[in-house]
């Protein structure tokens, strides 16, 4: 049943006048070509939790591509059309967008039914959607300006905090609306309903994760690690065995999860400590190296390819699991150059993600050291002061590295000086 409900209100206190208006524009437009125009989904949702939320999708019922075209029009935006969808994007100079898409009208056989016709369309969009409370819609139309639509019991479960799918099928045709589910749990700190949760437990038990595309999947992961409780998300998606679904030939253990939670942590350090290019450091690689560590060569291989991880993924993991290796099995008094010849010359992620296979406290903090050194190594010399000692070949980048090294042990002051006793005792 219907629930309609005047939110104008609530709308005038949280949404800023610049877009209210934009929104009131929408619905003129609409009425200008007789469509119905509604905002749906998040936007709404966020709207009656109070939060500012300016991602705006539009749905109408009517031909939301001509509509599209028109707003464009007045609005001097770029128009995207997403035409086998029967969807478009309008993008304003700024960089701002609007989501426009259509509820395809549906013909009844008793046409006296008009407002019948026009409520089941915009109904039938919101139930295909993933969880009640993504389902509501406020009408933008001038004389229905602010009216909440609420066809499932949305409201309520916004209220109480639940997380429900509107069909038994939910999860089943589209499973990635398990990864949605937990995101959404954990971001608002909602309960997954208890029958959606059992259909979830089934549809991932029957490997339906494994029939999205993993391009789908991987967008989804990506916008759990972006959220604030990412630890909470990852530790329920490892006890619904999800991991194992995602990731094959490896296994969820709950230690990864503390591992992961050390990696984060010193990555906030890292950003602000050592990353001087400011170099955008992906999460989602971060976690994956941190998860697929020290598991066998398959579980490396179906995640490169089933997400579409760059070849670099493969090389740096397997130079992780050797790092790693030699982190347990030597007794380093751990210099900085002892870390230095074990790392190398490597990425700010695997740098990172280090951090989780340290064996000691001592070790951490000789590690911090040794990054704060090396990001902070300037040689006052290049490989031009040592041709002009009358040195050639490869001996050249041995000398360069060897003042690298000492250097970072803090055994050189001075690296120009230092090179003339070199020159000098090899003569
Ligand atoms: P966020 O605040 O993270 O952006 P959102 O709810 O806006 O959350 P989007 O992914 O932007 O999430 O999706 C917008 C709307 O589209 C959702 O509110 C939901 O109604 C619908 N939707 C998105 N993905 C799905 C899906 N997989 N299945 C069904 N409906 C979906």
């Not at 995207?80 to 700024?94: I, M, N, Q």
């Not at 499973?175 to 437990?201: C, H, Q, S, V, Y």
């Not at 040195?391 to 690296?415: A, C, N, P, T």
Request: charged share 35%.
């Amino acid at each position: 049943t219907l629930h309609k409900k005047n939110i104008l209100k609530k709308m005038l206190e949280i949404i800023e006048p610049k877009y209210l208006n934009l929104l009131r524009l929408l619905g003129i437009y609409g009425a200008e070509l007789n469509f119905p125009v509604y905002v749906v989904g998040g936007f709404v949702r966020d709207l009656l939790l109070g939060k500012k939320n300016y991602d705006i999708d539009i749905v109408i019922e009517g031909d939301g591509l001509k509509y599209a075209k028109y707003v464009s029009k007045y609005l001097r935006t770029t128009f995207v059309e997403h035409k086998e969808f029967h969807t478009g994007s309008l993008f304003f100079k700024d960089g701002f967008r609007i989501d426009i898409a259509t509820a395809r009208v549906e013909y009844y056989e008793k046409p006296a039914d008009l407002p019948k016709v026009e409520i089941s369309t915009i109904k039938k969009d919101l139930y295909r959607r993933d969880f009640s409370i993504n389902a509501m819609a406020i009408k933008l139309n001038p004389e229905e300006f602010g009216v909440l639509f609420d066809f499932f019991g949305c409201q309520n479960d916004l209220e109480n905090g639940i997380i429900r799918i509107l069909y038994n099928l939910s999860f089943i045709e589209d499973p990635t609306r398990i990864l949605r589910a937990i995101r959404f749990e954990r971001r608002f700190n909602f309960k997954i309903e208890e029958r959606t949760l059992e259909l979830m437990k089934e549809a991932i038990n029957n490997n339906y994760i494994e029939k999205v595309t993993g391009m789908r999947l991987r967008e989804e992961l990506e916008k759990i690690l972006s959220e604030k409780n990412v630890i909470d998300s990852i530790i329920e998606m490892g006890e619904l065995s999800i991991f194992d679904h995602l990731f094959w030939h490896s296994k969820y253990k709950k230690e990864k999860v503390e591992r992961f939670k050390k990696i984060l942590k010193f990555k906030k350090w890292f950003e602000n400590k050592c990353n001087i290019k400011n170099k955008k450091i992906k999460d989602f690689h971060i976690f994956l190296y941190s998860y697929l560590a020290c598991e066998n060569g398959e579980a490396a291989i179906y995640a490169t390819e089933r997400y579409g991880l760059p070849k670099k993924f493969i090389n740096n993991l397997n130079r992780l699991n050797i790092i790693i290796e030699k982190f347990k099995t030597l007794p380093f008094k751990w210099k900085n150059s002892d870390f230095y010849n074990i790392l190398g010359d490597i990425d700010d992620e695997l740098k990172i993600v280090i951090s989780g296979f340290l064996t000691s406290k001592e070790m951490e903090e000789k590690y911090i050291k040794y990054l704060k050194a090396i990001s902070n190594l300037e040689l006052k010399i290049t490989g031009k002061d040592i041709i002009k000692k009358g040195i050639s070949g490869k001996k050249v980048g041995e000398i360069l590295e060897y003042i690298k090294i000492k250097k970072l042990d803090g055994e050189i002051q001075d690296e120009k000086e230092f090179l003339e006793r070199l020159v000098i005792s090899n003569e």
